[in-house]
């Protein structure tokens, strides 16, 4: 399963755009990219994933580069609510499992 | 909305004891996660399972078991709770969806201390 790198911390003043980058260097042709945030004390939530295609929805956009080596989460308009531990995830090839790495965590500020 | 529930946000447990941490999810999904967060090492997979009455080990599985008897249920069971399994322990479930996407949703967490 391919690896990921993510910078451990980042900040973002509020109501700009955070930017949030990751690696995946050995990810391979049928792997998916996937993003989660985790606010304290509670479970992860999904925020988006793409194959290939830069990707948009109401959360965030995913953009990955043409080579697929690396991505990055953008949140267009960052909220004090946005602090959270930002995971980049590359699918398990055989099986539905994530491999969790330790994240960014994305500091918003005032 | 999915919705994953977990049968307790606290529980505190003595070693040596049998202790069960339900899962149950709203949304039919064949897929069903069970996973440990601990500072420093971040989410780790205790097991998975794919479909009623089947299971697999997921990258550590050592002390743990678990039951999936319906399809809206995942138990992790810990037949005799030591000390090192103090952690928080999310469950989470997904489908299989389009272009075998697999976008899963967690449980709010259990935190377990064995004492």
């Known amino acids: 399963d391919a690896k990921t790198t993510q910078p451990p911390s980042m900040d973002c003043a509020e109501g700009r755009a955070a930017n949030l980058p990751c690696n995946h260097s050995?990810?391979?042709?049928?792997?998916?990219v996937y993003w989660y945030r985790q606010i304290h004390s509670q479970g992860p939530q999904y925020i988006i994933h793409?194959?290939?295609n830069n990707e948009t929805n109401e959360m965030a956009s995913l953009i990955i580069t043409e080579d697929r080596k690396s991505s990055t989460l953008i949140l267009p308009h960052a909220t004090l609510r946005d602090t959270a531990v930002y995971y980049c995830?590359?699918?398990?090839?055989?099986?539905?499992?994530?491999?969790f790495g330790q994240g960014t965590t994305l500091q918003v500020k005032p | 909305d999915v919705k994953v529930t977990q049968s307790s946000r606290y529980l505190v447990k003595r070693t040596g004891e049998k202790v069960f941490l339900e899962c149950v999810q709203d949304?039919?999904?064949?897929?069903m996660f069970w996973y440990r967060q601990d500072p420093g090492l971040g989410l780790r997979l205790i097991y998975f399972?794919?479909?009623?009455?089947?299971?697999e080990k997921g990258d550590i599985p050592e002390g743990y078991s678990v039951s999936r008897e319906k399809k809206e249920r995942f138990s992790l069971i810990l037949e005799s709770a030591s000390t090192n399994q103090t952690s928080m322990y999310l469950c989470?479930?997904?489908?299989?969806?389009?272009?075998?996407?697999?976008?899963?949703?967690f449980g709010p967490g259990t935190r377990l201390t064995v004492t």
């Open positions: 989470a479930s997904s489908s299989v969806g389009g272009q075998g996407a697999y976008e899963q949703y």
């Open positions: 050995t990810i391979s042709g049928n792997e998916y």
């Open positions: 793409g194959l290939k």
């Open positions: 995830i590359v699918r398990g090839r055989n099986t539905g499992k994530l491999i």
């Open positions: 949304m039919d999904h064949e897929n």
């Open positions: 399972s794919y479909d009623v009455k089947m299971k």
